[in-house]
């Protein structure tokens, strides 16, 4: 926007936003369509099974039921700041949900797995939106000094939705249908719109803004090939062609661009918000809390159905008192945060997280579930305590018309985290895994008495089965194989639990860095109350 054709408007973020009192209505608004988001990404991974079968697909064909609604969300989010400058948030969030709740129905309509990948886009394109929007929203609505508790109370949307997810997708699928799945986000999504309706404000338009359609192709291009490639490098291979190419589309369109937004008024990613250096130091603190999130969240699961045997709802409830404990210290650490700040509570948070980490690194084959519900507790608190402070901490230095765009960075830049998480850490631990395997055949001693007696024990079973003694002979491979599987399963686990420490304790680094920045945080966020707003006319 050139200084000619524009002016510029000093307001106050009252006057510009909506009204303080009684906020805390529209915030529930924002934390039904928050939840509803987060909810039905965490009902499908359990489903995977019901969905090969009912299809008769393969399992490949249908992770694309999953894969096509990350795809479609994430390549959406850059967008949502620049989209709600145009058209107002109050529209942008609705219209988002709107989508969302058509493409649920649409997704429990599916006749094939065809249709089903389509409708999910569809969906897709719709709940990317809900979050990022739905953050920027809260600091709309919400006064400066109150808004961290707000972040915290939302916050818990974003904790209990995974809580629930497993435990809930195995009892649709197992008493109702998988239909179930998509249909049970209309009631919560009409509730969430017509609340939405009633309850929020718009605010106002920046009529004049021009779409930077270079930008958004540039942008989906570079993130939707660089998710897909974190998506499919472990069972492509990384060094693929498939693989290495989409890693290559993704590099130069990161390069034009960053060339493109620096040259724009109005980009659709603002990398200028990196000048505000309180805003990148909490950007990286958080985004490798993600990295470090994904050991408990990811790994932990693995670990969970495929050594101790546990089913997966069996495993969502084991699993369930960490997201609790992570919901319950949200609003908490809200509360203590605007009373000492973001970083005192990030080095406890991420202390408490990286020590219980490198402690969970210690699971075998017989480990009590008491013991792992507890840690994964201890390490609930911890990640309750640090992810949100640290996510609000750069934002709250930042003006009201700036939030929308640095809410669509932030969230971006956290999703892509989160995937190389997952990659990463999958590929330590099938690496690990491998190479235990092999250092535990090489070590077996099979000319010892030890093993005499379990071949002798595994062969009796065989024919107390009724297998003829040949067969029972040749069993005790299988039966042998599968023990020094599971070994190097537990092991090679282990040791990815305790690499993915790491990344929490490079944070709690970082957040040293948020203590020499205090007074820049202070005076940004007094900056806050009066804004400058540019309007093209």
């Given at each position: 926007m050139s200084q000619a054709a524009s002016t510029e408007i000093k307001v106050s973020a009252d006057e510009t936003l909506q009204p303080k009192e009684g906020y805390w209505l529209p915030v529930i608004v924002l934390i039904i369509g928050t939840f509803m988001a987060i909810l039905d990404s965490s009902l499908m991974n359990v489903a995977i099974p019901k969905l090969m079968s009912v299809f008769g697909v393969s399992q490949n064909e249908v992770e694309w039921v999953i894969t096509g609604y990350m795809l479609a969300s994430a390549v959406v989010v850059p967008m949502g700041g620049f989209l709600a400058d145009r058209f107002g948030y109050k529209t942008t969030f609705l219209t988002t949900l709107i989508a969302f709740v058509i493409g649920s129905a649409l997704c429990g309509m599916a006749w094939d797995n065809s249709s089903l990948v389509a409708f999910r886009i569809i969906q897709g394109l719709g709940g990317g939106f809900i979050m990022p929007i739905g953050m920027a929203m809260l600091y709309q609505i919400v006064p400066r000094d109150k808004v961290q508790v707000a972040m915290g109370v939302w916050g818990i949307s974003a904790m209990a939705a995974p809580a629930m997810g497993p435990t809930l997708s195995g009892y649709l699928v197992d008493n109702f249908s998988w239909r179930y799945l998509f249909y049970i986000n209309l009631p919560i999504g009409f509730v969430a719109i017509a609340l939405g309706f009633i309850l929020l404000k718009e605010t106002p338009k920046q009529t004049g803004l021009k779409f930077d359609y270079l930008g958004?192709?540039?942008?989906?291009?570079?993130?939707?090939?660089?998710?897909?490639?974190?998506?499919?490098?472990?069972?492509?291979?990384?060094?693929?062609?498939?693989?290495?190419?989409?890693?290559?589309i993704s590099f130069f369109s990161f390069v034009l661009l960053l060339w493109v937004e620096l040259g724009k008024d109005n980009p659709v990613m603002d990398f200028r918000l990196f000048k505000n250096s309180m805003f990148t130091i909490s950007l990286i603190a958080s985004s490798f809390v993600m990295i470090a999130m994904q050991g408990g969240v990811y790994l932990m699961p693995v670990y969970i159905q495929n050594v101790l045997g546990l089913t997966p709802m069996q495993t969502g409830i084991l699993m369930m008192p960490q997201s609790i404990a992570m919901a319950f210290m949200m609003p908490i650490a809200g509360k203590l945060t605007s009373k000492f700040g973001p970083a005192p509570l990030g080095i406890v948070g991420l202390a408490?997280?990286?020590?219980?980490?490198?402690?969970?690194?210690?699971?075998?084959?017989?480990?009590?579930?008491?013991?792992?519900?507890?840690?994964?507790?201890?390490?609930?608190?911890?990640?309750?305590?640090?992810?949100?402070?640290?996510?609000?901490?750069?934002?709250?230095?930042?003006?009201?018309?700036?939030?929308?765009?640095?809410?669509?960075?932030?969230?971006?830049?956290?999703n892509v985290m989160a995937s190389f998480g997952i990659a990463v850490l999958t590929s330590i631990m099938t690496r690990s895994t491998s190479t235990y395997a092999t250092h535990i055949a090489e070590k077996m001693d099979t000319t010892s008495p030890a093993f005499t007696e379990f071949q002798t024990n595994v062969t009796h079973r065989y024919m107390e089965l009724g297998v003829d003694p040949a067969s029972a002979a040749g069993g005790v491979s299988g039966v042998l194989a599968a023990m020094i599987q599971k070994e190097a399963l537990t092991r090679g686990i282990a040791e990815t639990l305790l690499i993915s420490a790491i990344p929490a304790f490079f944070s709690l680094f970082i957040v040293f860095f948020m203590i020499r920045r205090k007074k820049a945080a202070a005076a940004g966020a007094d900056s806050a109350g009066q804004q400058h707003v540019m309007i093209e006319m």
């Open positions: 958004t192709f540039l942008s989906m291009l570079m993130f939707g090939s660089l998710l897909l490639a974190l998506t499919d490098g472990q069972k492509e291979g990384w060094t693929s062609l498939y693989i290495v190419g989409l890693f290559f408490i997280v990286g020590l219980v980490t490198v402690e969970l690194h210690n699971i075998a084959q017989n480990t009590p579930h008491h013991w792992i519900t507890w840690m994964l507790v201890i390490r609930g608190i911890g990640i309750g305590l640090c992810m949100m402070p640290l996510s609000a901490a750069g934002m709250n230095t930042l003006p009201n018309h700036m939030i929308g765009r640095a809410s669509s960075l932030s969230n971006v830049v956290r």
